[in-house]
């Protein structure tokens, strides 16, 4: 049994959820948690499908509250109820991250008692959206002139985080898509153990991202320009 659980923050998600969660506990992950955040009514039989899982929490949100609040929640949820695991495993609610990557995360995690692991996309630009190829290597980029170190992918959401470090990655600021690079930037101020695992970019045709280009990208570059010249400022 692994000594992980599996975190879905859930916007309108594939239709194909409840077989995603199957194979999870097929491969004896022991505990999903997913956060319905403000998904519509037409959403709602996928989230009955899995609610009756043993193995499967849902938490709701009445309205849509964003992807940091939905991971803050589920979190706050995991240290109540399953702390004794060893960390948890954020993965996306869209398809974007295959089954064997999660476990690859998964498994990598359970090796260690404290720090993160990143699953790294192994960006190959024929094959995915120009905007998310030019996006991922500018923000690598620049995440690398302000804060010294490169992350590869900076804005991957398949992410392991032992029990050990989520006591301060609850609190930290955003409700959307900067909540993620905020912990980032956290992991590298604190001098936390950092894995990167290589995993798949799967951008499927009907592919679609709740990642609104211009307002999330607005939050994320404010997340680190506030970071960098606050450090530079308490200097």
Not at 220 to 227: E, P, Y
Request: a positive charge; one cysteine or more.
């Amino acid at each position: 049994m692994k000594k992980f659980a599996v975190i879905i923050p859930a916007f309108r998600p594939m239709k194909n959820l409840p077989n995603y969660i199957q194979q999870l506990i097929q491969n004896d992950v022991p505990q999903i948690i997913v956060v319905n955040d403000g998904s519509e009514e037409e959403y709602n039989e996928i989230f009955l499908q899995i609610e009756h899982l043993k193995e499967c929490t849902v938490i709701t949100h009445p309205i849509n509250r964003g992807k940091g609040s939905s991971l803050k929640t589920a979190f706050t949820y995991f240290l109540k109820h399953f702390s004794y695991l060893n960390g948890v495993v954020t993965a996306d609610a869209d398809g974007q991250h295959s089954i064997k990557d999660v476990l690859e995360v998964g498994n990598r995690l359970d090796t260690i008692e404290e720090g993160f692991v990143l699953g790294s996309r192994v960006f190959k630009k024929k094959y995915m959206p120009f905007r998310s190829w030019i996006g991922n290597r500018f923000t690598s980029i620049v995440f690398k002139l302000f804060f010294g170190q490169y992350i590869r992918d900076t804005q991957t959401g398949l992410r392991g985080i032992t029990t050990k470090e989520l006591d301060w990655v609850i609190p930290l600021n955003g409700d959307h898509f900067e909540y993620e690079m905020n912990m980032l930037i956290q992991m590298i101020r604190k001098n936390k153990r950092i894995i990167c695992v290589d995993i798949a970019a799967l951008y499927k045709k009907e592919h679609t991202s709740h990642f609104e280009t211009y307002k999330d990208a607005k939050l994320v570059a404010r997340a680190i320009l506030n970071h960098y010249f606050n450090r530079t400022e308490s200097e």
